[in-house]
C-alpha cells in the first residue's frame, strides 16, 4: 500500500478524528505524503482540540481546526457558510489530492459530515480549490444495523495491513482517548475504501445523482 512518490495531500474533515478513523490507515501508509489536515469543527473544544494536535504528530502531518457549529441538534449550515469556512483554512495552493467526507455521509446519519462533502466538490468545481483528484469516504452502516464498513463496490478498496490498523487504533483510543468498547473504537475500519475523482465536472455530476436520488 506505501508509496514512494511524495504528494501533496489536504484531508478535509468535519471533527477531531474523523481524519483518523476514515483515512487514518492511508495516511499511515503513505509515509512520502505532506499532509494538510483541516478539521473544521471543535477548535475551541478544550478537549478535542488538544488531542487533534497530537493526532497530527502521530499521523506525521500538519493541519489546523476551525469553530463551524457541532451542536448536538445537526442545525443543517448554508453551503456557502461551509465553502467559506474551508477556504479560510485550506492554504491558497494546487494539491495533488484531496481526501474528504462522501456527501452522503459515512453512517447513518451526520449533516456535517454530509455538507463538508458537498462543499468539497462545489470548491473543486468553481476551480476555488485546486487539485489533481479527490477522494471521498466509501462507508456505510446499512441504515444503522451495523458499524460503519468499507463499501466493497468503492474504486479504491483498500485492506490495511494489522500493524498500520493498530497504528490507527492506538491513535483512536490513546491519543484520543476512546474507550475500547466505544462507537468509535468498534468502528475504525479495517479496510478503507474511497470514491475516486480526477475531474470536477464528473464529481459535480456525480453530487447532483446523489440529491436526485434522495
Avoid at 489536504?10 to 471533527?15: E, S
Avoid at 462543499?119 to 487539485?131: E, F, G, H, P, R
Avoid at 468503492?154 to 500493524?163: D, E, G, N
Avoid at 498500520?164 to 490513546?174: A, E, L, M, N, P
Wanted: net charge neutral; glycine share 4%.
Amino acid at each position: 500500500m506505501a508509496e514512494s512518490q511524495s504528494k501533496t495531500v489536504a484531508v478535509i474533515v468535519a471533527h477531531p478524528d474523523d481524519e483518523t478513523l476514515w483515512a487514518g490507515g492511508t495516511i499511515l501508509s503513505h509515509p512520502t505524503w505532506n499532509c494538510f489536515i483541516v478539521s473544521l469543527c471543535r477548535k475551541n473544544d478544550p478537549d478535542r482540540a488538544p488531542r487533534f494536535f497530537e493526532a497530527l504528530k502521530m499521523l506525521k502531518s500538519e493541519g489546523i481546526m476551525g469553530d463551524l457549529d457541532d451542536g448536538t441538534e445537526q442545525v443543517p449550515l448554508k453551503i456557502e457558510e461551509v465553502e467559506e469556512a474551508i477556504l479560510s483554512l485550506l492554504p491558497s495552493k494546487h494539491f495533488d489530492l484531496i481526501i474528504t467526507h462522501n456527501p452522503s455521509g459515512e453512517y447513518t446519519r451526520h449533516i456535517r459530515h454530509e455538507e463538508v462533502g458537498k462543499a468539497v466538490i462545489n470548491l473543486w468545481n468553481s476551480d476555488k480549490i485546486l487539485t489533481s483528484e479527490i477522494r471521498l469516504f466509501a462507508y456505510e452502516d446499512g441504515h444503522k444495523t451495523y458499524y460503519p464498513k468499507a463499501m466493497q463496490n468503492a474504486a479504491i478498496y483498500q485492506p490495511l495491513t494489522k500493524r498500520t490498523w493498530q497504528k490507527k487504533f492506538s491513535i483512536i483510543t490513546k491519543t484520543y482517548g476512546y474507550d475500547k468498547e466505544s462507537w468509535e473504537a468498534k468502528t475504525s475500519p479495517l479496510i478503507e475504501a474511497f470514491w475516486h475523482f480526477t475531474h470536477p465536472f464528473i464529481a459535480k455530476k456525480w453530487l447532483n445523482q446523489i440529491k436526485n436520488d434522495k
